[in-house]
């Protein structure tokens, strides 16, 4: 009886991770499906402003276009592994594979923080209630965002390369190796040196973008909120922050914002907390996971809030006038 009950006591335990994983599969399928349709919606959206209702283009659209196409290839790059992994599956996709993965995740992730900084620092300044110390930045600053936004694509990828030349196929997900593992995915040679240097990099430009909301968002914040005090005083019926178009899109940018920096510092924590522990806490890892996607996920939603250029039906008539042209 006793040796059978120990014998019981294992199955039970791989059983119960096994559903528990599958579990988490579920959760990856759903946040991936509905992130990846959300942006994917909206960079439609973009896109077919600015090439079929130009009249209705915002200079803000070429930053949303590319916010909302980082987040859809992150979800997709994370996500889909991450779903393969937690119901059980371990296909064989390579070095070339491991490397394309993991390349795209980091680089479509440091885009996607520095658009959602761009966006805040945008709003800030082209804020009508902003005054004329801004007045010179306001007349430059759309022929400013293509640039800068493209740089921002070639610098994440050179400052990423470093994964393309140290990551290989994971094959033993049991070995225990130094610097970042993953169960499709492992460094190849852990070089203290380099790795410092590469996090270092990568921790700078993060603290210098979150900076840049931080600030942004505060600034959005006071100066609506002075504006508002102002109206209230002059005429009783002033309107409200809420009700306000710039204090609509205000809030949704910094929702935005605070969303970011919530996952941001959350992912952060339980990934140093992964890395001193040494263990392979897959639970923790899981939710980790997870965490790290919430932001591209409820993204494109958030800024669902303000979209309301192009209804449904304004969008069907335009069409059916195209096409019977």
């Known amino acids: 009886m006793d040796v059978l009950s120990l014998a019981g006591r294992p199955r039970r335990g791989c059983r119960s991770m096994a559903s528990r994983d599958t579990l988490f599969g579920v959760f990856f399928t759903i946040q991936t499906g509905v992130g990846f349709l959300g942006n994917c919606l909206l960079f439609t959206l973009y896109v077919y402003t600015v090439f079929t209702l130009p009249h209705k283009k915002k200079p803000a659209d070429r930053i949303l276009a590319h916010l909302t196409l980082a987040n859809a290839l992150t979800l997709l790059f994370r996500g889909v592994p991450n779903i393969i992994s937690s119901f ?84 033993n997900t049991s070995e225990a190796t130094s610097g970042y593992r993953s169960p499709f995915c492992k460094s190849s040679v852990y070089d203290h040196q380099v790795a410092l240097t590469f996090l270092s990099t990568v921790l700078i430009q993060d603290l210098f973008f979150l900076s840049l909301m931080m600030c942004s968002s505060i600034y959005m914040v006071t100066v609506l909120s002075r504006h508002h005090r102002t ?15 710039e204090g609509k899109a205000t809030l949704v940018i910094v929702t935005l914002v605070c969303c970011f920096i919530i996952f941001y510092w959350t992912n952060s924590l339980l990934t140093a907390y992964g890395q001193l522990g040494r263990k392979g806490n897959w639970p923790l890892e899981n939710v980790n996971n997870f965490i790290s996607s919430c932001y591209p996920t409820i993204c ?3 800024l669902m809030k303000n979209e309301n250029r192009i209804s449904r039906v304004n969008f069907f008539n335009s069409r059916t006038r195209m096409f019977s042209c």
């Open 88 to 171: 059980g599956m371990r296909p064989e996709i390579g070095d070339s594979g491991c490397k394309t993965v993991l390349y795209i995740q980091r680089v479509t992730r440091s885009v996607s923080l520095y658009t959602t900084s761009l966006q805040s620092m945008f709003q800030a300044v082209t804020l009508p209630l902003s005054g004329y110390k801004w007045a010179w930045l306001k007349n430059n600053i759309s022929t400013l965002i293509q640039p800068s936004i493209f740089f921002c694509w070639i610098i994440n990828m050179v400052i990423n390369s470093e994964i393309i030349l140290r990551t290989v196929a994971n094959r």
């Open 231 to 245: 109206a209230q005083r002059i005429r009783s019926s002033g309107r409200s922050l809420r009700s306000s178009p």
């Open 300 to 302: 494109p939603f958030i």
